[in-house]
């Protein structure tokens, strides 16, 4: 079955730049879709279909999948981005849709 | 807006049912696809079952098939998960979610807790 892999952590200063990274098999032929989750809170989609953003969503969020890894950067991080963050993607030749393992974002 | 509301959760004994709800309101409900999404305490998101706009589809993941069912019923903008021999491994907390497009999820519910133990 597919597997999308994520860093653990990743550490950011407040104003600068975080970048966090899902890899998987020929990832850039797929659509990925990424997700914040604050502690005891349910996800908030923050990037669709590689690098849409939703309504409410800050510019500072964007997304890029030109190849391995998909990427989702978070300019001018500020302390409420602190969260962890997931990769998805859907597998269509099962109709399955994955998760990647998750990334906890921690601003110093 | 919209607004996903997960019911029915709480503690179950191994190997009994459960079923879980989830009341939808805020959109058409019968033009999308809804989706089940479970996390284990401290874990990451599992993607559990998923259902099609009219209910003709239905898919599960592979750790709740022949286990569990999705259901929905339009006229009522209601979700269902019906859970059958449960197990301490799907002790998790339930979110329902909405899936437009059949590739991610737009909209999430607050979620409801299903804790499996004798």
């Known amino acids: 079955s597919y597997e999308l892999t994520q860093s653990p952590s990743v550490s950011v200063a407040p104003g600068q730049t975080a970048r966090i990274t899902c890899g998987g098999d020929n990832i850039g032929s797929k659509s990925v879709h990424w997700y914040q989750q604050k502690p005891g809170q349910a996800p908030i989609l923050v990037i669709f279909d590689d690098s849409d953003r939703p309504s409410g969503i800050p510019e500072r969020f964007s997304g890029s999948n030109s190849g391995n890894p998909a990427t989702l950067t978070i300019s001018r991080v500020e302390a409420g981005d602190e969260a962890d963050y997931y990769c998805?993607?859907?597998?269509?030749?099962?109709?399955?849709?994955?998760f990647g393992p998750g990334t906890k974002v921690t601003v110093l | 807006q919209v607004q996903l509301l997960e019911s029915g959760g709480g503690v179950v004994q191994p190997g009994r049912s459960l079923r879980l709800s989830c009341a939808a309101s805020?959109?058409?409900?019968?033009?999308?696809?809804m989706h089940w999404v479970r996390q284990a305490p401290g874990k990451g998101l599992e993607w559990v079952a998923v259902i099609s706009d009219d209910g003709g589809h239905k898919n599960y993941g592979d750790s709740v098939m022949g286990r569990f069912t999705v259901s929905r019923d339009n006229s009522k903008s209601t979700l269902f998960l019906q859970m059958n021999s449960l197990r301490p491994a799907d002790t998790a907390v339930y979110y329902c979610?909405?899936?437009?497009?059949?590739?991610?999820?737009?909209?999430w519910g607050q979620g409801t807790l299903v804790t499996v133990s004798s």
């Open positions: 805020g959109f058409t409900f019968d033009s999308y696809a």
């Open positions: 979610a909405r899936g437009p497009g059949g590739t991610h999820f737009d909209n």
């Open positions: 998805q993607m859907w597998d269509k030749r099962v109709d399955h849709y994955i």
